[in-house]
C-alpha cells in the first residue's frame, strides 16, 4: 500500500505547476485556474480549466433569503462546502508524503475554501502542514508574498 501511495504523491507532484522562487522555495499549484505572481517576479503557472473543474469542491447553496430590487428578485444563500473524494484523496496523499519526508515542494497553494476545508476535515492548521493559502502584497497588480501565507482559525470545541 505504501508504494501505491509513493507513486501516487510522485505523478501528482509531476502533474501539478511548480516554480521555485528565488529564495529558493518550490511553491506548487494544487488547483487554482490563476497564475501566482509572487514578489520576486517568479510567477506560478495556472492549473488547466479541466484539471481545476476536476477538483472543485463540492457545494450545497443553503437558503438563506430574498430581497426585491427593481422588481427583480435577488436569492440570498450560504454556500456550504465539502471535499469531493478526489480532492479528499489528493490532500490525504500529498499530506502524508510531506509528513514522511518524501515530498519534494515546500508549499502547495490552495484556494482559500479548500484550505478551510482541509483544515476542518483534516483537523490540522495549514503552518503544519505542506498547505498554504496566498496572502496578497499588492491587491492591484495581484502579486503575493513570498514568505507570509494565510491559515485557516480552526474550530474550537466550546
Known amino acids: 500500500?505504501?508504494?501505491v501511495r509513493q507513486m501516487t504523491h510522485k505523478v501528482l507532484t509531476n502533474m501539478l505547476p511548480q516554480a521555485t522562487l528565488t529564495n529558493g522555495l518550490v511553491v506548487m499549484n494544487?488547483?487554482?485556474p490563476h497564475t501566482f505572481k509572487f514578489e520576486d517576479g517568479t510567477v506560478l503557472d495556472k492549473y488547466s480549466d479541466e484539471r481545476?473543474?476536476?477538483?472543485k469542491?463540492?457545494?450545497?447553496e443553503v437558503f438563506?433569503?430574498?430581497?426585491?430590487v427593481r422588481g427583480i428578485t435577488l436569492e440570498y444563500i450560504y454556500p456550504e462546502y465539502s471535499l469531493s473524494s478526489l480532492v479528499y484523496a489528493e490532500l490525504f496523499?500529498?499530506?502524508k508524503a510531506w509528513t514522511l519526508g518524501r515530498l519534494d515542494v515546500d508549499i502547495i497553494i490552495l484556494p482559500l475554501p479548500v484550505g478551510q476545508q482541509f483544515v476542518k476535515e483534516f483537523n490540522v492548521p495549514l503552518y503544519k502542514s505542506?498547505?498554504?493559502?496566498?496572502?496578497?502584497?499588492?491587491?492591484?497588480?495581484?502579486?503575493i508574498f513570498d514568505t507570509k501565507y494565510c491559515d485557516i482559525k480552526m474550530d474550537s470545541d466550546d
Open 30 to 32: 494544487f488547483s487554482s
Open 57 to 60: 469542491l463540492v457545494v450545497e
Open 93 to 95: 496523499v500529498l499530506y
Open 64 to 68: 438563506v433569503g430574498e430581497r426585491i
Open 52 to 55: 481545476s473543474d476536476d477538483s
Open 130 to 143: 505542506p498547505f498554504a493559502c496566498v496572502r496578497l502584497q499588492d491587491r492591484t497588480h495581484k502579486i
Open 1 to 3: 500500500m505504501l508504494r
